[in-house]
């Protein structure tokens, strides 16, 4: 049986190995990808830090910004 | 007497029928003769019937004066009626991780609903979009409320490589549901709509953004951030024009 080294693609009906183009392509894409979670991720982090220094939960700073 | 055929319709106990009464107000014997299922005899003037067949599977009888009979079967909607007509109905393959639709857009319609459910991913993931094979000057805004804590959050695409959430999925489920405003138009394409995160700790919220080119396309690719989908259907309707 053939080793599936690359992700599927599917056109259409047609489902298939990515070739070199797609995979590439693919590949960029998720890296942008964790990228932006990277960022919100940090993001977050740093609203909790915040949210910590100033004593406060996320329900409590909600009801601030309502 | 009325007029039309048949020409007398209130026969009662005693009558005879004569000649003059099956013949049409011009002596004209007209008869249904059906040849197939589905004929239907409509009138071609106010004194002759003529025989229609019946349409190919999904069209609808429309009027159209145009037509010996008035009348003609046409493709749903075909007649001017307003509303959603479903173009293309893609089931999702197992394990793919990206997924090219064709044959989506085209000049019959400015603006399309697209709608993807009904199957499970291998992880908790978002769904991307991407138009044609462009990877580059995709603009949106994204907010969403967090299920548990009511908390605000705002995230974006600034140029990115696709839409990077018109959806959500894990295993238990899939979801995208969003309109896509001229995309065969020689004009910017617009996307609009809402996305659902199917995780008790995470968010729901709306989407709304543009690609930044006039290129008409023709067909999107749906991607994801991680894992690969399997099962479920794509569903693309266009919006009738007028």
């Not at chain 2, 696709?162 to 896509?180: A, E, K, L, P, V």
């Not at chain 2, 004009?187 to 690609?211: C, E, Q, R, Y």
């Amino acid at each position: 049986m053939k080793k599936m080294t690359k992700p599927l693609i599917q056109i259409d009906d047609e489902v298939r190995e990515m070739n070199d183009a797609e995979f590439a392509q693919h590949q960029e894409m998720l890296l942008e990808a964790q990228a932006k979670e990277a960022a919100e991720q940090a993001k977050a982090e740093a609203k909790s830090a915040l949210l910590e220094k100033l004593g406060i939960s996320a329900e409590e700073a909600a009801l601030l910004l309502r | 007497m009325a007029t039309g055929f048949p020409v007398k319709a209130d026969y009662t106990t005693g009558d005879v029928l004569s000649a003059a009464n099956m013949n049409d107000l011009s002596g004209t014997l007209n008869y249904l003769d059906p040849t197939a299922k589905g004929d239907l005899f409509p009138a071609s003037s106010d004194t002759a019937l003529t025989r229609l067949g019946v349409g190919a599977n999904g069209t609808v009888l429309t009027a159209d004066s145009a037509e010996a009979t008035g009348m003609k079967w046409a493709a749903g909607g075909g007649g001017g009626a307003s509303g959603l007509t479903l173009i293309k109905s893609q089931v999702i393959g197992t394990g793919v991780s990206s997924i090219a639709v064709t044959s989506a857009f085209s000049s019959t319609y400015d603006n399309y609903k697209i709608m993807i459910s009904g199957g499970t991913s291998s992880a908790n993931n978002s769904l991307y979009l991407q138009l044609g094979s462009t990877v580059t000057g995709y603009y949106a805004g994204y907010t969403r409320v967090n299920y548990s804590t009511g908390a605000a959050s705002l995230t974006n695409d600034n140029n990115g490589t696709s839409f990077t959430r018109i959806g959500s999925s894990n295993t238990n489920g899939m979801h995208s549901n969003f309109d896509i405003l001229s995309p065969n138009l020689a004009k910017n394409t617009f996307i609009g709509g809402a996305f659902v995160d199917p995780a008790t700790a995470s968010s729901a919220g709306a989407i709304a953004g543009f690609l930044n080119d006039t290129t008409a396309y023709t067909g999107f690719t749906i991607l994801m951030n991680t894992g690969n989908l399997t099962g479920g259907t794509i569903r693309v309707y266009g919006y009738q024009n007028s």
